[in-house]
């Protein structure tokens, strides 16, 4: 990922430090015209505008703190992690007098620097603002969330939340389907209606999340609970994995005995507020 952005930079026609753990590994880099630093300390000292990305704010922080001054610099720190853990290098960046940026990245290696990739970024923001052009050349979709460092982490975390339990709920289905000798892009054609409108559902349930509102007129909560018990069922019947329905049929089973049935299937983000486990 690390050669993708600064490849990205390059290509931006941005003079461009580039410094690796490993030796030699930016040599493609250099060959594009990147100047190599022979440490940390020496790239940061090259540069108004830092970048950091690694596996992990763990070894953020290593690498920022072994890099001389940052004072009256912006570091932009791309690595992955949690929101509580990109705030604390934002309060040790900005105790050593920089400006600080998180940036959680939302797009492959291959993709950055395209139009339409999305990077999420909080922090300073007349420091994202001055630095606007250089970051957009890394996702056309850059989108500054706010001044809370934490909150890219945070909404990269959501997204991946949604993004596995909606693989995880499709593949379990392909399980389903192939057990019976379906071809799983027969069901997609078939139920591509169904799988559209269930996207289109999500801004609906975010609002009543918000209101924290779950009173609906139709389309009650324990109505999911019979189709819920016959998923886990078949499955079963099928030799098909029990666990992720069954986890499902465990939160509806647990907002009807709250006597929260005739509620909204939004909710469920009660239950998962609770910290307790559905069984």
Not at 207 to 224: I, M, Q, S, T, W
Request: hydrophobic share 45%; aromatic share 6%.
């Amino acid at each position: 990922m690390g050669s993708a952005l600064a490849g990205a930079f390059l290509d931006g026609g941005q003079r461009t430090t580039v410094w690796n753990r490993t030796p030699g590994k930016a040599d493609p880099l250099v060959a594009r015209g990147a100047v190599v630093a022979a440490s940390a300390e020496e790239a940061v000292a090259n540069s108004d505008l830092v970048v950091v990305n690694v596996k992990g704010n763990e070894a953020a922080r290593s690498i920022l703190a072994s890099a001389g001054s940052l004072a009256g610099r912006v570091v932009v720190n791309l690595s992955d992690g949690t929101s509580g853990e990109a705030r604390e290098v934002a309060t040790r960046v900005a105790e050593r007098g920089a400006e600080y940026v998180h940036g959680q990245i939302m797009t492959i290696a291959p993709a950055i620097g395209h139009a339409d990739s999305v990077v999420f970024y909080g922090g300073d923001e007349g420091a994202f603002n001055r630095h606007r052009a250089e970051l957009l050349l890394l996702g056309g979709r850059g989108t500054f969330l706010g001044d809370d460092a934490g909150a890219p982490a945070l909404f990269g975390l959501a997204m991946n939340g949604t993004m596995w339990g909606t693989l995880n709920g499709f593949l379990h289905a392909a399980a389903l389907l192939s057990s019976q000798g379906v071809e799983v892009k027969r069901f997609v054609e078939a139920a591509s209606a169904s799988l559209t409108g269930l996207l289109g559902y999500l801004p609906s349930l975010a609002e009543e999340v918000d209101r924290g509102e779950y009173a609906v007129p139709f389309g009650a909560l324990k109505h999911h609970l019979p189709a819920a018990d016959d998923l886990v069922r078949e499955s079963r019947e099928r030799g098909i994995d029990v666990e992720f329905p069954s986890y499902t049929l465990g939160l509806l089973r647990a907002v009807v005995e709250a006597g929260h049935g005739d509620d909204s299937y939004s909710r469920v983000v009660e239950v998962f507020r609770s910290g307790s486990t559905a069984s």
